[in-house]
């Protein structure tokens, strides 16, 4: 009998005992990857039997992330971090790292007691831990003081680790020439699907390179420029790369800063979705978009039937806008969420909406209208919409103004069981017999930026769109 350690997939060879033959005959049977038993062979030829019992080397030593740490920190000589160091111990006494893998969260900001913030030296530190770690899927580093030399850090550690899919590096001090730095990482990683840059004043320049990196780049699923002093040529360029790109599947490009009113960006936005058949999830907030864009955009959808959530809040679009919205919810067959919030579409806004909604639309799952100069009458049109329209399950409409008969229909609507509490942000409440409406914490990113560190509400409530349009494990 032989025992060898092995770690390849299982398989079991058998062999045929015909003591006719002179020659082996063998056949190949699969075993379960967890079954102890890793190999069984049967030597036969003629009388001679020979088998040999082959089993899984059992490896169930766990990573000691916190030592491996410890002794980093001594080694180069750099002061333990007693945030990360707290992190990593928490990670060792987690079951699922030796399983599905982990995500190290190690956020700067929401915590009882202030902690001591990451630096560009502290991570060169984690880095030389993580840089083998498999089971390391995830790094969330918002909210830390991680500038261009951070980046340095982290973007040779992105091209020698090849498990990390998720990078959260939001709201550093990540400027152009970190943005360079990780953007060229990204040309040569295989294993990054979610990339967070939020924040990070990487401007004009910087956009170009993730823009590159669109062209190259056949792993990264979801981006997120926002907030990131994007400005015109970058956004062009971004569009550009998506008309040929085939994996990004959300961006968010929100906040630009742009200084013309002709809405170029959204011009060739749009030509960009006319051919895009991948791109699921798009973030146009604050793109000072007015209603030509909107008819653009509109243009393009059409000819789409790939994009399931769009977001166009905070812009300027009104009521003329939105019918050009209504008009393609006629006819669209794939949008699953709309956020309008904060734009001026008042009740007439609302009235094209519920026209589509009442009668056309059957694919329409989220529509958010939050505070947008809409008063009873366009309210009472949308409550008539849930009504008839039994696949429209989230609205969010907080922040309009509410008569009596808006807050009574809506206070039926969810009293009658056909809108869940937890898919709207209001909720009904009399006063001396009167409906009224209160505000909860409910909506479609409620906690994009920032969450509670003592939930309020469930995640599936204050962040709908996630569990709507999910684009990747690591959201």
Same mark, same amino acid.
């Given at each position: ?24 005959v063998?056949?190949?049977?699969q ?10 062979l049967?030597s036969?030829?003629?009388d001679?039997v ?17 030592? $491996? ?8 000589g ?9 992190v ?10 030796c399983?599905?893998?982990?995500t190290?969260?190690?956020a700067?900001?929401? $915590?009882p007691?202030?902690? @001591? ?6 991570l ?21 003081v ?12 992105? @091209? ?23 953007s060229g990482?990204? $040309?040569r990683?295989?294993?990054?699907? $979610?990339?967070?840059? /939020? ?44 008309t ?21 960006? /959204?011009?060739?936005i ?17 793109h ?31 009521s003329?806008?939105?019918k ?9 067959q ?20 519920s026209?589509?909604l ?9 529509? &958010?209208?939050?505070?947008? &100069? ?7 049109a ?29 206070s ?21 017999? @009167? ?30 769109s ?10």
């Amino acid at each position: 009998m032989l025992f060898l350690p092995v770690s390849v997939t299982p398989v079991l060879h058998t062999e045929s005992c015909n003591p006719l033959q002179t020659e082996p005959v063998f056949t190949v049977m699969q075993i379960p990857a967890q079954s102890p038993l890793l190999v069984l062979l049967l030597s036969c030829h003629n009388d001679a039997v020979t088998l040999c019992f082959v089993f899984r080397q059992h490896t169930s030593v766990r990573p000691d992330l916190h030592l $491996h740490y410890v002794q980093a920190c001594q080694k180069s000589g750099q002061p333990e971090n007693p945030f990360v160091a707290h992190v990593l111990q928490e990670a060792d006494k987690n079951d699922e790292i030796c399983t599905k893998g982990i995500t190290l969260k190690i956020a700067g900001n929401n $915590h009882p007691v202030p902690v @001591q913030r990451v630096t560009d030296d502290d991570l060169g530190v984690l880095a030389s831990v993580l840089r083998h770690a498999a089971f390391v899927k995830g790094l969330d580093l918002a909210y830390n003081v991680l500038t261009d030399d951070g980046a340095k850090t982290m973007a040779t550690f992105l @091209q020698e680790n090849s498990s990390l899919q998720y990078l959260n590096l939001m709201f550093n001090d990540v400027g152009t020439s970190g943005a360079e730095l990780i953007s060229g990482a990204l $040309h040569r990683n295989r294993s990054l699907v $979610h990339m967070r840059m /939020t924040g990070n004043k990487i401007g004009n320049q910087g956009g170009m390179f993730f823009a590159s990196v669109l062209q190259s780049n056949s792993t990264l699923q979801k981006l997120d420029l926002g907030d990131c002093d994007l400005g015109l040529k970058c956004l062009i360029a971004i569009a550009t790369a998506l008309t040929q790109n085939k994996s990004l599947r959300a961006i968010n490009l929100n906040r630009p800063l742009l200084y013309s009113q002709e809405e170029e960006t /959204t011009v060739h936005i749009a030509k960009m979705l006319k051919g895009n058949s991948s791109l699921v999830e798009l973030h146009l907030s604050k793109h000072e978009m007015k209603n030509f864009g909107v008819e653009r955009l509109c243009e393009a959808l059409y000819e789409n039937s790939s994009l399931r959530y769009l977001d166009l809040s905070c812009n300027k679009i009104t009521s003329d806008g939105v019918k050009f919205l209504g008009e393609l919810l006629k006819r669209n067959q794939s949008l699953v969420i709309l956020d309008l919030n904060a734009n001026r579409i008042e009740d007439a806004g609302a009235t094209y909406l519920s026209e589509a909604l009442s009668v056309h639309n059957r694919t329409l799952q989220a529509l &958010s209208v939050v505070s947008c &100069s809409i008063s009873g009458k366009g309210l009472t049109a949308l409550s008539n919409a849930i009504k008839a329209n039994m696949i429209l399950s989230y609205i969010y409409i907080w922040g309009n103004t509410f008569d009596e008969d808006a807050c009574m229909s809506f206070s039926e609507l969810i009293q009658m069981g056909r809108l869940n509490p937890n898919c709207t942000d209001v909720a009904p409440y009399e006063v001396d017999g @009167q409906a009224q409406l209160a505000e909860l914490s409910h909506g479609l990113q409620r906690e994009y930026y920032w969450a509670p560190r003592h939930r309020v509400v469930a995640d599936s409530a204050a962040n709908a769109s996630l569990g709507l349009v999910a684009v990747s494990e690591y959201l």
